[in-house]
């Protein structure tokens, strides 16, 4: 019988000794079809990454630019971030950084975050929740703090933070005035670093000192930013390159030549423009062309305290008479969207639909509105005997020339003669705030895809970033409430209602949403363009594939 | 008059052929708009990087400006700073050497220095810095860029103005009891008339190629003049690859201008005083 | 010739002064400084800010008051802080000065190896086919704007080979073969101008020399073509050349802001440009100084050598 038995065995053991190795076949299989379509990050290499020019300085708080957050946001770390490697921004892809969790308490008053232990600033000094709140109330300007920043674009975003508490070292609660349900979004913006609070605010515009996967090694004015590896990182195992150089070319054409010829990998955000795309992917059909929505609009700024643009006949002619299609095809070759004054769909989740749209000025048919416009303007007392002569200001920049070079054409179809006044950088925003200027044609950047970060800054009565002085209370309390609306549904009603007003107000039309056409290398890898320019420079989870 | 228009064609054909190019230029520069096909201004987003065509001559830009009309229009500024530049540098430039070389001592150790200041900025950084001081418009620019020619005319002048002043000529008109305004008047400014014209001739288009340059930076003649320097300044780079009508003619307009201009000087200079060396 | 020297040098200090005092006035009359331009990057001017700013930067004392505690500031040896990097203003200067200079010197080398040769060429062979060909290639160089020169070879070399040269600086002893491959290109295009003149200036020289009565004299008596052209032309020949390198030294530099900007090269010249965009005064009038220093030393020495070559020219 134990011939049997051993018979019986060995049938068995060969029996589901197929079934093992079949399993074991398709184990491998998919393994295999995985490793082939995600590929293991190598570590290792030096991403040429292009900049356009000096950053006016290394301070992220200080500054309202690309061309300081895109090398700088690799130095530092913030409580929270958008998700790197997605490219939609919502409240849904926010991940934590030095924050390990996060919770809204008392009814949306609190927002309490416990933070990361073990982190260490690039000095070495320990990583705390004191620096989390040094940071904070030096850029909403507490009471009691007597060190300033040199400027402070930003301070209006903390406007509803009462106080910020740090009860122990791993632990920091901000204290809200009211629910603002955007904070979170406002805090995950690449404009919102965490300082170290034993470093001078003023030392940064010129050094970096953060908790950051990458340490500046130097930075030569006009030539390049340099980045090493920041070997105590608190992410094992990131970043996985070895540096960054950040590779300063002022010339246009240059830049594009650069990349090019494989001396640059990677575009900068917002330099991306359509034709040079369509040129490169030509010329090396193996580079990857990311389409991504910049978060910048297009506008028309139009000054309300100066005649005639006191007359509200005379601000919708001159929103009616500029064809936003035409707009976009001629100065932005195509690469454009148009929309209200949040970024259109599907960009971004806040704005107007096509049918919202529909009705607004720039929106129909461009014939019919110009004759609307060149009869508003009749209404007003301007004709073709009596013309509307005014000056459009704008900066000694070819794409904001060419903005004004369109709209003026546009207004001279409906009989207004306007000439062109161009403003050298430094004379522009003195001369826009003290409200020098008839009608400006202008770039408004967002920095984070969020009804707060738009409004307040600049369609709020006063606001200092609100050149137009454009002054509705409805509207005003009508973002108010947006802002203290949890229910994202209630508040998407809201903000639509908000940007429609604005439009029909013409407090500041808006012409299009510029597109960016981000060109990179093949090797490149997991670099994920984001819709706006300002949050993805993180740089902790690329890798080069060589 | 004639007759020297006659014999200067005839021994100097280059020269004449500049002369008949900048001629052409004026007349296009004066009669912009009965020469152009378009206006200058007027977009047109559904025809932009249109090629040279029988619609479009020489294409539009990405504007969809027509490109023949603006450079005609442009022939108006880059002329008219030319001219300007040249014409101002050369009277004032004139007059201060004249001064220099005929009054003496005194007038030497005031004006030599100050000749000596604006004659060692290169012309380019003199050009910005005043650019940058005065704001960019038509006005500053023209300034901006006769500053500098003007010591440079003043050197020629001078010199020209000392070796005069030493000859018999005016020795005899001394010894006759002519008095210093004539005999500036009467012997030296006829005589120095011929370098000065030669010298202005050049310096247009050293005007002209600083006026481009001054606009490829961003600091020249705004808009909504077309300017040929503008035309080919930082956003036309990025088209060239893609349109390079937008970037060649301009270009060539610049080029072909300056040549003429050069050539119609290196012609007068050859046919006035062949021994002339400036 | 002692007194001589102390004299243009006694000149050359005084017009520095003047200079120095031409653009310090004119940077500071020039609407918007650099508290304009701190805030221009955030898009708002708190005047409040903007006043404390402008304190801390000594700039709202008067103009004379300025230029004094510069001047001060100057003869101490201290150039300055640069407003916009926040450093002393020469140690963003001096990494670029050594780049112009190499750019200058070999530009001036292109311009000699390529004016010299064409201008005897077209003065001997006068006339000819060759000499108008050259006289054409020569007044396009004069016609041409550099910066356009510039871009189109960057257009052709990327469109041809698909490389350019590098964007990075790399200094000759980190590679010698890349140093030189970067500076070939704009050297040949800042250098074709110069070459233009000095192959006009070489031609008229020479053809003028050419039918002097000694150069004559020398051709009856059965001298050897090239030593006539050498020996007694070329060397007679050399001095308005030698004026004229030193007048047209002084518009190189003014080339070279533009070639710098196109090529990208770390240099003063194009740092300038941006500095005087960004009124970042300290630098702008180092720089300028600097230039303004290059050319009236220039001028100094090639008045000087013109002394020693011509000797019926004396100074006294």
Sequence with gaps: ?546 | MSADLRRFAQHNPLGAIGGVIMLLTLVAAVAANAVSTHDPTRTDAAHTFLPPGSSHWLGTDHLGRDIYSRIVHGARISLAVGITCSGLGGVVGGLLGLLTGYGGRRAELIMLPVLDVMQAFPLLVLALVMTAALGPSLVTVIVAISVPLIPRVARVVRAMTLSIRETSYVEAALAMGANSARIVLRHILPNTMAPLIVLATAQLGSAILVEAALSFLGLGVPEPYPSWGRMLSVSAAEFAVRAPWVVIFPGLAISLVVFASNLLGDGLRDFLDPRLRI | ?316
């Design chain 1, 1 to 546: 019988m134990a011939a049997n038995r051993d018979f019986l065995v060995s049938r068995l053991f060969l029996k589901w000794g197929r079934v093992v190795l079949k399993v074991l076949l398709v184990w491998a299989l998919v393994t295999s079809a995985g490793w082939a379509a995600s590929p293991v990050p190598k570590v290792g290499g030096v991403l040429n990454a292009m900049h356009r020019e000096d950053p006016p300085s290394l301070s992220i708080h200080e500054e309202a630019t690309i061309s300081t957050n895109w090398p700088m946001m690799p130095c530092y770390n913030n409580l929270v971030l958008f998700d790197p490697l997605r490219a939609q921004e919502s409240p849904d892809t926010i991940i934590g950084e030095l924050a390990e969790k996060w919770e809204w308490q008392d009814g949306g008053k609190s927002l309490v975050f416990t933070l990361r232990q073990g982190v260490r600033w690039h000095d070495g000094q320990p990583f705390s929740s004191k620096d989390v709140k040094y940071t904070f109330d030096l850029v909403r300007e507490a009471p009691g703090v007597t060190v300033r920043l040199r400027v402070n674009p930003r301070k209006a975003w903390y406007s509803q933070v009462v106080r910020i508490d740090a009860p122990t070292p791993s632990t920091v609660i901000f204290r809200l005035k009211r629910p603002q349900p955007a904070l979170l979004m406002l805090l995950a913006s690449g404009y919102s670093p965490v300082y170290p609070a034993h470093v001078p605010a003023a030392e940064l515009r010129a050094r970096c000192v953060g908790t950051g996967p990458f340490k500046l090694k130097e930075y030569r004015p006009g030539e390049l930013i340099e980045f090493v590896r920041n070997p105590d990182y608190f992410v094992k195992g990131r970043p996985y390159l070895d540096g960054i150089r950040f590779i300063i070319i002022k010339e246009r054409g240059t830049r594009i030549a650069a990349l090019q010829a494989g001396q640059l990998d990677v575009t900068m955000p917002q330099e991306g423009s359509k034709t040079a795309s369509e040129q490169l992917k030509k010329a090396v059909p193996s580079l990857v062309v990311v389409v991504a929505s910049h978060n910048i609009n297009d506008n028309i700024l139009v000054n309300f305290k100066r005649a005639p643009f006191t007359d509200p006949r005379v601000r919708r002619a001159v929103s009616l008479a500029i064809d936003r299609r035409g707009y976009i095809q001629a100065v932005r070759q195509g690469g454009a969207l148009v929309g209200g004054s949040m970024q259109p769909r599907p960009w971004g989740p806040w704005g107007l639909s096509i049918d919202e749209l529909a009705g607004l000025p720039g929106s129909g048919d461009p014939a019919k509105q110009k004759a609307e416009a060149r009869q508003l303007l009749a209404e007003a007392g301007y004709g073709p005997g009596r013309p509307l002569r005014i000056v459009v200001s704008t900066r000694a920049i070819a794409l904001y020339v060419d903005q004004a070079t369109y709209v003026i054409d546009q207004l001279k179809q409906i009989g207004i003669e306007a000439t062109l006044e161009q403003v050298e950088t430094a004379l522009w925003f003195p001369k826009l705030t003290r409200g020098e200027f008839e009608l400006g044609a202008n770039l408004t950047g967002l920095g984070a895809d969020d009804p707060d970060a738009n409004f307040y800054e600049n369609y709020v009565c006063g606001s200092s970033r609100n050149y137009s002085q454009y002054c509705n209370a409805e509207v005003d309390r009508m973002i108010d409430v947006q802002s203290q609306t949890l229910d994202p549904v209630q508040r998407r009603r809201l903000v639509v209602e908000i940007q429609k007003r604005l439009e029909l107000d013409a407090a500041r039309p808006i012409l299009g949403w510029s597109l960016d056409y981000y060109v990179m290398w093949p090797y490149v890898r997991n670099l994920v363009p984001h819709q706006s320019v300002y949050s993805y420079a993180r740089f902790q989870e690329v890798w080069l594939d060589r």
């Design chain 3, 1 to 316: 010739m002692r007194a001589y020297l102390a004299r243009r040098l006694g000149l050359a200090a005084l017009t520095l002064v003047g200079m120095s005092v031409v653009v310090f006035v004119l940077l500071r009359v020039a609407p918007g400084n650099i508290v304009d331009l701190v805030f221009q990057s955030a898009g708002y001017v708190d005047l409040a800010q903007k006043q404390r700013l402008a304190h801390e930067l000594l700039l709202d004392r008067p103009i004379a008051v300025q230029y004094l505690l510069w001047a001060g500031q100057i003869l101490h040896g201290d150039l300055g802080p640069s407003y916009r990097y926040g450093r002393p203003a020469w140690e963003i200067v001096r990494p670029r000065i050594p780049v112009t200079i190499e750019l200058a010197i070999l530009a001036l080398l292109v311009s000699l190896a390529v004016g010299l040769p064409t201008g005897i060429v077209s003065a001997t062979r006068q006339n000819t086919g060759a000499d108008y060909a050259l006289r054409v290639f020569s007044l396009a160089g004069l016609s041409m704007p550099a910066f356009w020169l510039g871009m189109v070879i960057i257009l052709v070399l990327v469109r041809v080979f698909g490389w350019i040269p590098s964007m990075l600086y790399v200094s000759a002893h980190t590679d010698l073969r890349a140093h030189l491959l970067l500076f070939l290109f704009p050297a040949l295009a800042a250098g074709y101008r110069s070459a233009a003149l000095i192959s006009r200036m070489t031609r008229s020289s020479m053809l003028e020399v050419l039918r002097e009565d000694y150069v004559r004299t020398a051709w009856a008596k059965g001298l050897h073509a090239r030593t006539v052209v050498s020996r007694h032309a070329l060397q007679n020949a050399l001095l308005p050349i030698v004026t004229v390198i030193g007048t047209e030294f002084t518009f190189l530099i003014g080339g070279l802001v533009v070639t710098e900007t196109v090529f990208n090269l770390p240099g003063v010249a194009k740092y300038l440009v941006e500095a005087i965009l960004w009124r970042d005064y300290p630098v702008v009038q180092n720089l300028v100084m600097f230039i303004a220093i290059v050319v009236v030393v220039t001028n100094l020495a090639v008045d000087l050598l013109y002394a020693r070559l011509d000797p019926r020219v004396r100074y006294g």
